[in-house]
């Protein structure tokens, strides 16, 4: 069974472009999560899916910051226009169900954004 | 506000050794206290978590934790380190409500080095 997928593994802009990372979670996953970890600093929660909504978005940066998961299954996350703040490690996670003590968080390997 | 705290950025053991990491969470109700575990090139796979019932937890590759409410700590041990367990170990709770489950508030992180 395949994992959490993300691409791109490693992107490098100009500061003021546009980024779009993509998140394929496992098949059947309605949670969909993604965090950020900016380097030196512990990884932090972005936003949260359930299927195709929002759950819960407290942890987006600021309105640069647009995800999307359109049809409930793949995500995306665009950055417009990047900041050099916004470098960092995005992880997307999925998990199954939605009741606590269940569904493991299943963590893709991460995309690296580079602003220069 | 919750907070998870995790003591050394940094720890190298040698092989053979303890392993002890040690990680505290400030928090009014003991919230649900996970170890993940980032393998170089890899996403991060849950270690263990503690949601209720017994306080010492038993997870995969050899590691257990135990909750102690008194202390509000989650400390990470393995009797014996092998070159494998190099990585980097993350302390991570999320509180007690069905909404909350999978919002992770992360530690720091500690990278762990093993030296033969």
């Known amino acids: 069974e395949a994992g959490v997928t993300q691409f791109p593994s490693h992107s490098v802009i100009e500061k003021g472009q546009t980024v779009t990372l993509r998140c394929d979670p496992i098949?059947?996953?309605?949670?969909l999560y993604w965090y950020r970890r900016v380097m030196g600093k512990e990884i932090k929660f972005l936003l949260h899916?359930?299927?195709?909504?929002?759950?819960?978005e407290s942890g987006m940066p600021n309105n640069r910051f647009l995800a999307e998961r359109t049809g409930g299954t793949y995500s995306t996350l665009k950055v417009q226009p990047a900041e050099l703040e916004d470098s960092g490690v995005y992880f997307c996670?999925?998990?199954?169900?939605?009741?606590?003590?269940?569904?493991?968080?299943?963590f893709g390997e991460g995309s690296r954004l580079t602003v220069l | 506000a919750q907070s998870v705290t995790q003591l050394g950025s940094h720890v190298s053991v040698s092989e053979g050794a303890l392993v002890l990491l040690r990680c505290n969470y400030s928090s009014s109700v003991p919230p649900y206290l996970f170890w993940y575990v980032q393998y170089p090139n890899q996403g991060l796979q849950l270690l263990l978590k503690y949601t209720t019932g017994a306080t010492l937890v038993k997870g995969i590759n050899g590691f257990e934790a135990e909750f102690k409410k008194s202390e509000t700590s989650f400390h990470l041990t393995k009797p014996s380190a092998h070159m494998s367990d190099a990585a980097e170990y993350f302390c991570?709770?999320?509180?007690?409500?069905?909404?909350?489950?999978?919002?992770?508030?992360f530690g720091a992180g500690t990278q762990v080095v093993v030296t033969p």
């Open positions: 991570a709770v999320s509180r007690r409500t069905t909404d909350s489950w999978g919002k992770f508030q």
């Open positions: 996670a999925s998990s199954q169900g939605t009741k606590p003590h269940t569904g493991e968080l299943f």
């Open positions: 098949s059947g996953h309605d949670n």
């Open positions: 899916f359930v299927k195709e909504s929002k759950q819960d």
